[in-house]
């Protein structure tokens, strides 16, 4: 899969994930389905299964191009501010989750607007409500998140150290000729599998960590949490578009 079959693969999984938004967010609200767990439960596995896809096609690419997918030219500037190795911290998901927390627990103290006494009333839709139990949970599976965060990095340094290696040294003040090509294929050959190595750990890591994160919350509570991720990617995404439009910087999304 190429650059423009894996763009276009993106701008329609960017299209499913917005409309995904609008039935969780209908779930969230709906009386019925918020005393009926089962569905809930069938909503998020649907969601998670959206995110498998999304990396699965992303793997395929990633053999191809990793350098692609990597660097993606259908990201704004400000969302590569943000990346990760190809993505998205997966240390970010705590602190989106805290963050969550505080704004509903706050909500709730300050009882701001008949909407916030509202959704104070029924406990099962805020995030504030994490048991002791599961924080202790998530708190566990953040500390494993960070240690395996940092060792990807690691093992991201040493590839890109790669780059002054003996062989790329001896290539690069080298006259480049036709047998000296097919080297210099090799050689970065050799780093592109590197890489590749490196993204798989990134964004195995990233979907271990949003279904560990899910699947300590209740039905209800990863709703909202798949909710505030996907608005917080859809945003960050926009609000990078808009700001290059108006910078007059080009983009292929």
Not at 63 to 70: I, Q
Not at 237 to 246: A, F, I, Q
Request: aromatic fraction near 6%; charged fraction near 25%; hydrophobic fraction near 40%.
């Amino acid at each position: 899969m190429g650059e423009e079959n894996f763009q276009e693969f993106y701008t329609k999984w960017i299209g499913e994930q917005r409309q995904q938004i609008g039935i969780l967010l209908l779930a969230s609200k709906s009386p019925q389905i918020a005393t009926s767990s089962p569905p809930l439960s069938v909503l998020v596995t649907r969601t998670l299964a959206h995110y498998e896809e999304y990396y699965a096609t992303k793997s395929k690419c990633a053999k191809t191009d990793v350098f692609l997918l990597l660097s993606p030219p259908w990201t704004s500037r400000l969302e590569h501010a943000f990346i990760w190795i190809g993505g998205w911290r997966p240390s970010a998901a705590f602190h989106l989750l805290y963050s969550k927390s505080g704004l509903h627990l706050e909500a709730r103290l300050s009882g701001a607007g008949a909407a916030a006494e509202a959704e104070a009333d029924d406990d099962s839709l805020c995030l504030s409500d994490l048991s002791a139990h599961q924080l202790g949970l998530i708190d566990e599976l953040q500390r494993s998140t960070v240690r395996e965060e940092r060792r990807i990095t690691e093992k991201e340094a040493k590839q890109q150290e790669t780059v002054a290696d003996e062989e790329m040294v001896e290539l690069s003040g080298a006259h480049v000729v036709e047998e000296e090509e097919e080297r210099v294929g090799l050689a970065l050959k050799g780093k592109e599998e590197g890489f590749d190595k490196v993204l798989r750990s990134a964004d195995r890591l990233r979907l271990e960590t949003l279904k560990g994160v899910v699947g300590i919350l209740s039905p209800m509570q990863a709703v909202h949490f798949l909710i505030a991720a996907a608005e917080l990617h859809l945003s960050l995404h926009e609000w990078g578009m808009e700001k290059d439009e108006r910078d007059g910087v080009q983009c292929n999304a």
